[in-house]
């Protein structure tokens, strides 16, 4: 009877019964999606100093790397919203995200300015909501769990390989041939993500509608008060050492507007409940809630090392964009290998929980392993060591976010739930970066750095503590 019932679930899913074909040139592009983008996260720390130089805005180029956060916060509960009402219209937000991804390259190749680079990455804020929300959802539609977990797996094997490609590649290719170089090397990447999926799976919202959740007026107040609450928070904190100065009349009404969007946000998921940008049935779920602050806290943990290593090397080093690109590259190498193990050993297993808890316990020990190879043997063959051992726990923690969610929530949530549990990742990072900002604006790189490695081993710590709060599924 049970192998009935899951044969007409499957009959029934209109991305499931799509032809083979049509399928692969989804998961394709997905997979050329994921290398653009790693491609681009993995040499923006190299090409933004390098960028600064040339045309200026050095005392503010970081905010480029988290200008595109706010966006992408508030689209990752958005395109969530929408994919669950609406799961036909899961292909055309993938491919709305790779046009913004196009648009992102082409600015970026020809700006004038530092200015114009940060108007660029605005736009790149849809892109991570498309791939880590949409595409990671896609995967799973189409294919069931074990298989979507190798998938997931191949996924996070791509983002190593994009970040060993992308770092050595394109951090040669930028210092000989210059910063706008990157652009044109990651622009046929994102087009080809636009376009594959137009001869990909097709789904009508007539057959799309048994797999509808959800319902109610839009959220536009929910979204928007989102939008500037935890866009708001980023911007503080990014801005407050350069363009608004904390304490000054700016700063504080840029505070004081996200404290009240926040608490705006929070009286609309109250009052709407499941009609709200983030249902309160997400919110109710321990591993959505468990899996969101984990992915909080170790992409905040990530910042660290991952966006201000580059610049230790450059600045105090005196080392080149290859130097840099070389040892961030090792930070990818033993991904390569893991993925698709790991992504299977989840989708097998039903959790993340084992996979997750050993990464974050790996993350502290590099985390202050790392202040003592910048003490005592600052050198790029010493940084390239330590690269390479927190590539295990890159590798564990990229797949653990990618499968886990997919095998750990149940349908009725997989979608919403997975867009708050990716949001984490992207708030992560963007807080991540802007309160490390702070530190080296008040220590400097060579003094801030150890600080900034010990706020990362504390929140590899908090990692660890809701890991170990996940669940299986009762069915799992």
Known sequence: MENELTSKSTLTNPF????????????????????????????????????????????????????GAPLSIAAMPLWGYIAARSPHLKV????????????????????PSMAMVIVAMVFWGFVSPGIFVVGYALIRDMYD???AGVYLGVCSTLMMIAMIAGPVGAGALMTYVGWRSLNILILPFMVLAL???????????????????????????GTVALTIG??????????????????????????????????LMVGV???????????????????????????FCAN???????????????????????????????????????GPIVGKAIGKSGSAKLMLSASAVLRVVVSLSLILVLTNFPTVPALMGMMLVAGLYNSLHGVSFSAGPQVQLPGELRVQGNSVIQCGQNFGSGVGTAVYTVIIGMFGITGGMPV????????????????MMLKKLPQA
Not at 98 to 106: I, K, R
Not at 309 to 334: Q, R
Not at 458 to 463: H, I, Q
Request: glycine fraction near 10%; include cysteine.
């Open 16 to 67: 499931t019964e799509a032809p083979d074909g049509k399928k692969r040139l989804i998961l394709f592009a997905i997979f050329v999606a994921i290398l653009g983008s790693m491609m681009q996260s993995s040499t923006l720390s190299t090409m933004l100093p390098m960028a600064a130089g040339e045309i200026g805005g050095k005392d503010y180029y970081s905010l480029a790397s988290t200008i």
């Open 92 to 111: 055309p937000l993938f491919m709305v995200s790779m046009a913004a991804g196009v648009v992102t390259m082409v600015l970026r190749l020809f700006a």
């Open 145 to 147: 769990a074990q298989k």
């Open 195 to 221: 376009v594959l999926p137009i001869f990909g799976v097709k789904v009508t919202k007539e057959q799309a509608a048994h797999l509808a959740y959800g319902g109610g007026a839009f959220d536009i107040l």
């Open 230 to 263: 935890l866009g708001g928070l980023i911007l503080y904190l990014s801005m407050g050492t350069s363009l608004l100065p904390f304490l000054s009349l700016g700063s504080n009404v840029l505070l004081a507007v996200t404290i009240a969007a926040l608490a």
């Open 269 to 295: 998921i109250i009052k709407k409940k499941e009609s709200a940008i983030i249902p309160t049935q997400a919110l109710r779920n321990r591993n959505v809630l468990a899996f969101t602050a984990a992915n």
């Open 300 to 338: 905040f943990s990530n910042m660290a090392a991952f966006f201000f290593l580059p610049s230790f090397i450059i600045y105090v080093l005196g080392g080149t964009g290859t130097d840099s690109g070389l040892v961030m590259a090792c930070f990818s190498v033993v991904g390569v290998f893991l």
């Open 452 to 467: 900034a490695l010990i706020v990362a081993a504390v929140f590899g710590g908090l990692t660890l503590l809701f890991a």
